[in-house]
């Protein structure tokens, strides 16, 4: 069964540093998102990705974060300058439209847990 | 703001026993309904999802789900449990077509002996 995978799986990096979170996503998905999950927390959505562009981003999504798609397959989280509040698991998700409904049905992949120390 | 509420944060259940989960919105419509299971180390699985029509869902293993409107709830249930049904189960919505999933604070569920 196809797969969205995340790498790296863990990441502890020092408060300050930029990190890049990667993603494979589904081959044949046009829409792609982050969501994170703090520690205890609910999973919060961040952005969304359709067609080279951020199609909706929530309030965390400030400017130290970005998203791109560099090469077509990879989709990429970086975040800028890392705090220690950025510690969490990041899940990256892709997607096909239901056709009927129009209502997105993720796939998720296993996540990337970042430590930010 | 729409917002989801798993009300149970811990549910042990012994093997072979029925299961409950409760999962409530708030939203003025009728929203895109999804339970997603999270066992360890592991992404999050879809395990059904309510769009229209029949109020009864199934899901893969074994699970179903019910959308009440009067009630604006989608809990989750199982006749019987297995050891390997021990993980984290998420309640989501999304308020319309291709908007971002909402999702629940998660319910851990324990399986017992």
């Known amino acids: 069964e196809p797969e969205v995978t995340q790498t790296p799986s863990h990441q502890v990096t020092q408060m300050g540093q930029e990190v890049i979170l990667r993603c494979v996503p589904i081959s044949n998905h046009l829409y792609f998102y982050w969501y994170r999950q703090i520690l205890g927390q609910k999973v919060e959505f961040l952005v969304s990705?359709?067609?080279?562009?951020?199609?909706?981003k929530s309030e965390i999504f400030d400017d130290q974060f970005s998203v791109e798609r560099p090469d077509g397959s990879n989709f990429t989280l970086k975040i800028r300058s890392t705090k220690l509040e950025d510690s969490a698991m990041y899940f990256c998700?892709?997607?096909?439209?239901?056709?009927?409904?129009?209502?997105?049905?993720?796939?998720f992949g296993a996540g990337s847990r970042l430590t930010v120390l | 703001a729409q917002s989801v509420t798993q009300p149970d944060i811990h549910i042990t259940v012994s093997e072979g026993a029925s299961l409950e989960l409760r999962c409530n919105y708030s939203?003025?419509?009728?929203?895109?309904l999804f339970w997603y299971v999270q066992s360890p180390g592991q992404g999050l699985q879809l395990l059904l999802k309510y769009f229209s029509g029949d109020t009864l869902v199934q899901g893969i293993k074994g699970f179903e789900a019910e959308f009440k409107r009067s009630q604006s709830s989608f809990n989750l249930r199982k006749p019987s449990v297995h050891w390997s049904d021990a993980a984290e189960y998420f309640c989501a919505v999304a308020t319309g077509a291709g908007t971002a999933l909402i999702f629940g604070k998660g319910t851990t569920l324990s399986v017992s002996s």
């Open positions: 998700a892709s997607n096909v439209r239901d056709s009927r409904s129009g209502a997105n049905v993720l796939t």
């Open positions: 990705f359709y067609n080279n562009e951020i199609s909706e």
């Open positions: 939203y003025g419509a009728t929203p895109y």
